[in-house]
């Protein structure tokens, strides 16, 4: 997953920014095509919006198995047009320690 700059988007009658993009592939033909599924999430990683992308001919051949370039094919003006801003890195959540108390003697 990848971080972006926001991307406004209306969710159930409400102003959502997306600021993370996540593709997977799904398919395709061996040395010709693949096909993604994609989705632009919001900080809660809740879907905004999802689609499928599908790369052929000059892109395809130059793919080989770099995932960084199709993140990158992805998010082209003639594609999605998103700017990719980072790797996504999940918090890390920290669990509170419970206070030890002392027992009353």
Known sequence: MKTI?????????QKVNATIFNMKPIGGTLFVEAAFV???LDENLVSVAEGNLYMN??????????DEYAYSWAA????????ITGNYVPPV???????ITEPNI
């Not at 001919?57 to 770099?66: H, L, R």
């Open 38 to 40: 994609y989705s632009l």
């Open 93 to 99: 959540v920290v669990p509170p320690v419970p206070e």
């Open 5 to 13: 700059e926001p991307i406004p988007s209306w969710v159930k009658g």
């Open 76 to 83: 082209l003006p003639e594609n999605l047009n998103l700017t």
């Open 57 to 66: 001919g000059e892109a395809y051949q130059a793919w080989g198995n770099d």
